[in-house]
């Protein structure tokens, strides 16, 4: 084999730049944070006492949360930012992960309510830097996944429904921005709608004080058909539809429609699905709901085709509103799936790192909170108002890049690659982000 004077062996390695940056983009989210005064808030709010985590909340809180952002999915990926000078780029000092996780433990379900109060006031303030709706409609997507684990020592971790060992987290999105807009850690075991009512409540009360001052609409699928979310959302004068659970009863109502009142919609298969409306009293209530069925022939070729019935799917609804339109907007509560799967392989929902429920429950919030943060850098920092960016585009093209940082005459300068595609977005971004200026949030000179 000839060998090669430009032979990869012949390259030399030296770890020794102590001006080198990893994760340069990160600048980006912590100008952000820095201009919501987030490290602020997870100090004023979080107070955990005499606890061996108690000191510095604000600086291990961040550490996390920028982590997080890189694609650190447990808690020993934080040493990747206390390289070199990448803690000058953050803003704040990073902390250990030993610490880190200490940070963690110190975690009860009071002081993961007191997270939930950042949560509260730090989309306050981004939806009063751009992010938000303001008095525009706002539609809710609710639902819950599994967060599968593998040791035998974590509270709470159980068997559920779908025969995996894990957690049952709830989840509330905002339909066409992907921001989270409340989650809820519970049991492996636990029922999809357990607790559901009360965290709805929470999530309404969150997008008002926020400053959401349209109408909201909540949409979720058939593991909360019951009375309480029902009723939580009447209380709240919200708007909901959701999905019905089939029933003999509500079986026979389906097939009592007359054929005259079924109307095609656009499908793979000419004539191959129908829409049609009627009421319904579910689970009890003193008043009829609107039922508005979708049902689907089986496909041609298939064993079902051979017999005359049809695949129903429903739901109920006190929306106004054209059933056609409403059965179409239904169908699209399925984007909250883009939601968790974001949370799961975009930042680190996928890996519960504590054997504690509440130092997972505290993980799972800040999870959430860097999650909005990659958000509101796109949608304030780009103006971008569709097509949300994933947080993986987002590392990729705008975070996850080397720099290296000098100072000269007291001025320190951030060296970033020359050529790099998407340097207009970066620059636009970062501008765009350092303009933000709200009342009452001081900004470090």
């Not at 982590?67 to 803690?87: E, F, P």
């Not at 009829?288 to 298939?302: C, E, F, N």
């Not at 290296?404 to 020359?418: A, D, E, F, I, Y």
Request: aromatic share 8%; hydrophobic share 40%.
């Amino acid at each position: 084999m000839c060998s090669s004077s430009h032979s990869l062996d012949r390259i030399s390695v030296t770890f020794d730049d102590d001006h080198a940056v990893a994760n340069a983009g990160l600048l980006q989210p912590a100008t952000l944070a820095e201009h919501l005064g987030l490290r602020e808030l997870f100090d004023e709010y979080v107070d955990l006492g005499n606890a061996p985590g108690h000191a510095n909340v604000g600086l291990k809180a961040m550490t996390l949360v920028q982590s997080l952002l890189v694609g650190g999915d447990c808690i020993d990926d934080a040493d990747q930012m206390r390289t070199a000078s990448t803690a000058e780029v953050l803003g704040h000092g990073v902390r250990a992960p030993s610490t880190l996780g200490t940070f963690l433990r110190s975690f009860t379900f009071g002081h993961v309510s007191q997270l939930d109060k950042v949560f509260d006031e730090v989309l306050r303030r981004a939806w009063e830097a751009g992010a938000g709706p303001g008095d525009g409609p706002l539609t809710i997507d609710m639902d819950s996944t599994i967060c599968e684990t593998y040791g035998l020592s974590k509270q709470g971790a159980r068997f559920g429904y779908t025969s995996v060992r894990g957690y049952h987290p709830l989840v509330a999105s905002l339909a066409g921005t992907e921001e989270v807009l409340g989650v809820r850690l519970r049991g492996g075991n636990a029922h999809t709608a357990r607790g559901a009512a009360s965290f709805l409540v929470r999530v309404f009360n969150r997008v008002r004080r926020a400053g959401a001052d349209g109408p909201i609409v909540l949409r979720a699928d058939s593991g909360f058909y019951n009375h309480n979310v029902t009723d939580a959302c009447r209380k709240a004068k919200v708007p909901c539809s959701i999905t019905a659970k089939m029933s003999k009863a509500l079986h026979t109502v389906i097939t009592e429609i007359p054929e005259e009142h079924w109307t095609s919609i656009p499908y793979w298969i000419d004539g191959g699905a129908d829409v049609a409306e009627t009421s319904y009293r579910p689970f009890g209530q003193r008043h009829d709901l609107r039922l508005i069925v979708r049902r689907v022939k089986p496909t041609p070729g298939s064993q079902l085709a051979l017999f005359a019935t049809y695949d129903y799917h429903a739901f109920i609804t006190d929306r106004e509103g054209e059933p056609l339109y409403l059965e179409a907007d239904h169908r699209r509560h399925a984007v909250v799936e883009d939601v968790i799967r974001d949370l799961k392989y975009g930042v680190g929902l996928n890996h519960l790192p504590s054997g504690r429920f509440a130092a997972n429950a505290a993980w799972l919030v800040l999870n959430a909170v860097a999650h909005n943060l990659g958000r509101w850098v796109r949608r304030i920092g780009l103006g971008e108002q569709s097509a949300p960016m994933t947080t993986k585009t987002l590392r990729t093209r705008l975070l996850s890049l080397p720099g290296r940082m000098t100072s000269s005459g007291g001025r320190r300068q951030l060296h970033l690659p020359t050529e790099w595609p998407w340097e207009e977005q970066f620059s636009r971004c970062l501008a765009n982000l350092r303009a933000i200026r709200l009342q009452g949030t001081p900004i470090k000179a």
